[in-house]
């Protein structure tokens, strides 16, 4: 098998048969696979991914989950199932063109020295300004905080040989930032641009709600630094608080006019309680994450599977 294409889905029941078609145009003198991953879809989705079966039985492998778990867990389900000498992780929502495939295949082919090659978005017309905003600010943020680099507008179209799959899969955390794992495992790393297609169905899933978590879960994952803020805060605090005292005690006694000390008090206690609810908050989600981590549970379910040994329900 040359190559192993993961195609997460949640609703795209518009996208499903196009999104077949696209791939097995572009592939026809390769031996590939496209193992779907059915993310808890509540449309016709798994009707779709039926029929594309019964069509291409050669090709086509679905993995049907009992709930919504989520992109990375769909990810993860198919990289476990994967059994390509390469494989490719691309959205089932058509925005990834699948010609961008031959591409990046002729790069691993031809430039041995690489081990991955990552396609990193054009800008998006379509994308709203506070967004394009937001996700520079994120970039940044966990690039200056992290232990590893990360490369602006990455995205998780990427195509990847056996030594990166299973380094992937070595990492059996539950809480998972794909972009951040693809990053710290290391090897050597090929950055193309494409551009990015707008939908021809569906809605995106990826609300500025969704974005925010997935920020969060990022930072979260890949930085410990949040943890050292209160130190730093609390020097700041002292000094300030210092300060304060200082500028109230001038005022006393060379002025007239100050600040009344119940005034002085409430601003005191609302800086200070201020600061430290935001450091609960900080060291609440790492306990989050450790939690979630020490639980133990399983990535995913599946309810359904087709085209793997011939089994047909777990």
């Excluded at 294409?5 to 609703?11: D, G």
């Excluded at 989600?285 to 599946?302: D, N």
């Amino acid at each position: 098998m040359k190559l192993s294409i993961i195609v997460p889905c949640k609703n795209e029941e518009g996208n499903i048969v196009e999104t077949y078609n696209k791939i097995n145009n572009v592939l026809k003198k390769i031996k590939y696979e496209i193992i779907y991953i059915d993310d808890g879809s509540t449309d016709k989705t798994l009707e779709k991914l039926r029929e594309v079966y019964a069509k291409d039985m050669l090709h086509i492998k679905v993995l049907s989950f009992s709930r919504n778990f989520k992109k990375e867990a769909a990810m993860y389900a198919g990289l476990q199932h994967a059994t390509g000498e390469y494989t490719c992780i691309i959205d089932g929502d058509l925005q990834q063109n699948p010609t961008y495939l031959l591409q990046m295949m002729q790069v691993l082919d031809e430039q041995k020295g690489y081990d991955e090659v990552a396609m990193v978005m054009k800008k998006r017309s379509k994308e709203s300004f506070f967004m394009k905003i937001c996700k520079k600010a994120f970039y940044k943020i966990i690039d200056s905080i992290s232990e590893v680099s990360f490369k602006d507008s990455a995205s998780d179209f990427r195509m990847f040989r056996t030594n990166v799959k299973e380094a992937i899969l070595s990492l059996s955390e539950r809480v998972r930032f794909t972009k951040g794992i693809f990053s710290w495992v290391g090897f050597q790393i090929k950055y193309l641009p494409y551009e990015v297609e707008e939908r021809t169905s569906g809605v995106s899933k990826f609300n500025f709600k969704a974005s925010l978590n997935y920020a969060l879960d990022g930072i979260l994952s890949f930085s410990t630094k949040p943890l050292t803020i209160s130190i730093g805060l609390g020097f700041i605090l002292l000094l300030a608080s210092f300060i304060y005292f200082l500028v109230i005690l001038i005022q006393s006694l060379f002025f007239t006019h100050y600040f009344s000390g119940i005034h002085a008090i409430i601003l005191i206690f609302l800086v200070l309680f201020g600061c430290q609810f935001i450091i609960m908050g900080i060291i609440g989600g790492y306990m989050a994450k450790a939690y979630t981590e020490i639980k133990g549970r399983p990535l995913y379910i599946v309810k359904e599977k087709l085209g793997f040994n011939n089994e047909t329900i777990l």
